[in-house]
């Protein structure tokens, strides 16, 4: 992965973030939650896409599917993170 994958999946990571908050107000951190969730969601996702599950990263450039695919990775993980610990901070309360 190089660093315009990353900078792409880490920005896309923090906008998905952000949607997810908004969509699932109870799963929601607020914004600075939300975009650093989805800021480290993205990285993540980023990573386990392109790296782990073998989805070619393209030219490693500014191609059209190489964007498409940071950015759906990086929204995507970024998305997941955000209601994963809303999960667990949810149940951290009522406990």
Known sequence: M????????????AVGGNIAGAALKDQSLG???N????ILGG?????????LLGVPAGGGGLDLGTLIGNIASGGVGGGILLVIIGLIKGAMARA
């Open 31 to 33: 914004t600075l939650g």
């Open 2 to 13: 190089d660093i315009i994958s990353l900078i792409i999946s880490l920005i896309s990571g």
């Open 35 to 38: 975009s650093i969730a989805g």
């Open 43 to 51: 990285g993540i996702g980023g990573v386990i896409l392109q790296s």
